[in-house]
């Protein structure tokens, strides 16, 4: 593994066990992220983009089996035990989730939760705890962190909640920050708050993120590169730049066809079965470029330029 990658995952297989057949929900994924850098997961609903996160968290369903190699700081944990990935899961990789009026009890003073993170990392007397209760929120830009500390979740904004859990996120001094979806839903004030957030966060701790998200553009916003799914698979991986100013991949140019700035033209047809998936490309029923080739061979990830990669035939 390179110095600089926090996370390397290679060769990522994680599928579900059910009555109709497997699921393939992630198929041989390899994604690096390096130190400090964000990178964007992103891709229409279904495709694996949870199921992704939650295979590095170890927090996957019982009927879930994964294969391959998640090498976190050099540490393989694919093999840990849940025992083992409680020392790693919300200290050395925090999780933002996805909605903080649930992940933060209305009735417990906010206080009493962060207190009880700081204790999940580390145990520190009272006085002690307090102070660094204080300089957490103090980094997340709360400017009366002692009120904050003193009142209760639903007095706050949902920006805010999201900011409180980010504080709880860095008590374990993080090196990786996985956030599945945190603008979904939320106004374009919470949003832009949420940016804001995870800016705050980045410039705090140097962290590495993975942000998983439906929002493309902020995903270009936010994020050093941005690596695309489409059924299970990456179809596209490159700077944010490479991503806007030259998508390359027929799915990536109809999602920015389908944004609202350029006339919101949907792509036609759905992703194909995750039980029954097509031999060849798994885009070649909606797209227009496909050809005999398309519809019988699988294309395996091609490189562009060194951070550019994509799977298409047609290139
Ligand atoms: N426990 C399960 N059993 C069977 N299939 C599952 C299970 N959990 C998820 N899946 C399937 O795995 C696929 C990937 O799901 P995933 O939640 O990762 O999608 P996603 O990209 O995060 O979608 P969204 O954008 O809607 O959150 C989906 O087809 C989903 O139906
Ligand atoms: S491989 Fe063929 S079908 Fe698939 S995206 Fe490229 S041109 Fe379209
Ligand atoms: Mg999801």
Redesign the pocket.
């Known amino acids: 593994m390179q110095d600089d990658a926090v996370l390397k995952i290679t060769n990522l297989n994680t599928y579900?066990q059910?009555p109709d057949g497997n699921?393939s929900?992630?198929c041989d994924v390899d994604i690096e992220i390096k130190k400090g850098e964000i990178v964007g997961l992103i891709?229409?609903?279904?495709?694996?983009?949870?199921?992704?996160g939650?295979s590095v968290l170890k927090v996957l369903?019982y009927?879930?089996i994964a294969n391959g190699s998640i090498l976190f700081e050099n540490s393989e944990l694919m093999g840990y035990q849940q025992k083992q990935m409680r020392q790693i899961r919300g200290r050395k990789i925090a999780v933002i989730p996805q909605n903080p009026s649930e992940a933060l009890n209305p009735l417990i003073k906010n206080k009493k939760q962060i207190y009880e993170a700081i204790d999940h990392n580390d145990k520190v007397k009272g006085t002690e705890k307090k102070k660094q209760a204080l300089r957490l929120l103090q980094k997340m830009h709360f400017k009366e962190p002692e009120k904050v500390l003193d009142s209760y979740p639903h007095r706050l904004s949902g920006g805010m909640k999201q900011r409180i859990l980010a504080a709880m996120g860095l008590c374990g001094n993080p090196s990786l920050l996985i956030a599945?979806?945190p603008t979904k839903g939320l106004d374009a004030i919470v949003r832009s708050q949420v940016i804001e957030t995870l800016m705050l966060f980045k410039e705090n701790t140097g962290t590495a993120m993975m942000l998983?998200t439906?929002d493309l553009n902020f995903a270009i916003k936010v994020c050093d590169r941005i690596a695309v799914?489409y059924a299970?698979e990456l179809i596209e991986v490159g700077s944010s730049d490479e991503i806007f100013n030259n998508p390359l991949h027929p799915y990536l140019m109809g999602l920015f066809l389908a944004q609202p700035e350029n006339g919101l033209i949907p792509i036609e047809g759905a992703s194909p079965s995750?039980i029954n998936l097509p031999p060849g490309c798994r885009f070649h029923d909606r797209c227009e470029k496909a050809s005999e080739k398309c519809e019988r061979f699988h294309p395996e990830m091609k490189k562009t330029t060194l951070t550019h990669e994509v799977r298409c035939w047609n290139l």
């Open positions: 579900f059910t699921v929900a992630v891709g229409e609903t279904g495709c694996g983009k949870s199921v992704l939650e369903p009927n879930a599945d979806e998983i439906h799914m299970g995750l």
